[in-house]
C-alpha cells in the first residue's frame, strides 16, 4: 500500500500532491523528488534550497540525498552551491558504483554535466537576515525552530521504497560544515525489506548516534516504525544526558513496507505531513506526548 511522509509542514503541500502521484500509480522515487523539490523551491522556507539562511560568509551551502531501498544505493551532495533542486542532484547520482558521494566543486560540476537548473540559491530576505546577524555569532549553534531538513520517505503500491533529505543546514556555519543529511545512515537510510528512516534537526547530535540506521535496524528486528523512533531516540537521549548534555534537538520519522508511520522528537512538538489512500494530512508528537496525533494547519500556524 502506498504511503508518503515528510518532515515539518512544510512538506505538507508537496506530500500531497506527491501523494497524488502515488495514487495514480507512480514511483517513490518521483514521489520523493516532487515533494522536496516543492520545499526547495519555495523561498520562505529559510532551511533549505532557494532562500535557505547562509553560511558565516554568507554562500548559501546546502546538502541533500537520495536512497532506493530496492536496491540499496544512494546519491548525496554536501556543501553545494547553486544547485537549484538538490534533491535532482541527490537521484541522479544514485545507482552509480562510485562517486556517488560528492563534496562541493564537484558535486557542482556534477549538477551541469547532468544538466540540472543552476541558481543563485541567495534572496534578498536572506541576505538582510545575514547582513543583520553576521556580527554576533553564536558561539553554540543551534538548529531552527519549527522546521530544518525537508525529509521525505514514501513506498510506492509496487513495494519500491525511497528515502530523501535536502537542506541548506545551520545559519552561519562555518564553510565546510556538513550536518547529517548527506550523510547515510544517520540523515537517512532505507531498506525495501525492512523500512526508511529520516532525522532532523541538529546534525552534530544526530550523526553521534546514527539514528537513521539504527531505527531501520530496530525495524529489522520486528520494531514497528513508531516503537523504532521512540528506542532510538531515547536511546541517544539518555547516552547524552549520562554525558551531562541535554538531548538537544532532534526529530526523525519512518516508514515501513506495509505502509505504517512513525516519528519521536525532543521538542514540544513536532509536526509532519503523512499521505496515503486515506487521505493526507499534518500529524504531530511531542517529547511528551509520543503518540502520533492528527493537528490542523490552524493549530500549527505558529510553525514556519
Ligand atoms: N539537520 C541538518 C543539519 O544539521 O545541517
Redesign the pocket.
Known amino acids: 500500500m502506498y504511503q508518503i511522509i515528510g518532515t515539518w509542514k512544510m512538506s505538507l503541500d508537496g506530500v500531497r500532491e506527491a501523494a497524488e502521484l502515488l495514487r495514480a500509480g507512480g514511483s517513490a522515487g518521483d514521489a520523493v523528488e516532487h515533494a522536496i523539490v516543492r520545499v526547495e523551491d519555495n523561498p520562505d522556507y529559510s532551511?533549505v534550497g532557494y532562500g535557505g539562511l547562509p553560511d558565516k560568509d554568507g554562500h548559501v551551502m546546502t546538502?541533500c540525498a537520495f536512497m532506493d531501498g530496492c536496491s540499496l544505493r544512494a546519491g548525496a551532495a554536501m556543501s553545494v552551491e547553486n544547485v537549484a533542486n538538490p534533491i535532482r542532484l541527490a537521484r541522479k547520482l544514485c545507482g552509480r558504483d562510485t562517486n556517488w558521494l560528492l563534496a562541493g566543486r564537484g558535486a557542482e560540476q556534477a549538477a551541469v554535466a547532468f544538466g540540472l537548473q543552476m541558481k543563485d540559491m541567495r534572496t534578498e530576505a536572506s541576505m538582510r537576515k545575514w547582513q543583520a546577524e553576521r556580527a554576533s555569532i553564536p558561539e553554540k549553534l543551534t538548529?531552527y525552530t519549527g522546521h530544518?531538513?525537508v525529509c521525505v520517505l514514501a513506498v510506492d503500491d509496487a513495494g519500491r521504497m525511497v528515502a530523501g533529505?535536502s537542506?541548506?543546514?545551520?545559519f552561519l556555519?562555518e564553510p565546510g560544515?556538513?550536518?547529517?543529511?548527506p550523510v547515510i545512515g544517520s540523515?537517512f537510510y532505507c531498506d525495501a525489506r525492512f523500512g526508511a528512516a529520516a532525522?532532523?534537526?541538529?546534525?552534530?547530535?544526530?550523526m553521534r548516534g546514527c539514528l537513521s540506521y539504527e531505527i531501520v535496524s530496530l525495524m529489522r528486528r520486528g520494531a514497528s516504525p513508531a516503537d523504532a523512533c521512540r528506542e532510538a531516540l531515547s536511546f541517544l537521549s539518555a547516552r547524552k544526558l549520562e554525558l551531562r548534555e541535554d538531548a538537544g534537538s532532534i526529530s526523525v520519522i519512518a516508514l515501513n513496507p506495509q505502509g505504517e508511520t512513525g516519528a519521536a522528537t525532543t521538542l514540544e512538538i513536532f509536526p509532519f505531513a503523512a499521505g496515503g489512500p486515506q487521505g493526507t494530512g499534518l500529524l504531530a508528537v511531542g517529547k511528551d506526548a509520543p503518540n502520533l496525533r492528527k493537528v490542523t494547519e490552524e493549530e500549527m500556524a505558529e510553525q514556519p
Open positions: 532551511s546538502d538548529a530544518d531538513t533529505t537542506t541548506s543546514g545551520l556555519k560544515r556538513v550536518g547529517d543529511s540523515g532525522a532532523t534537526g541538529l546534525g552534530e547530535d544526530i
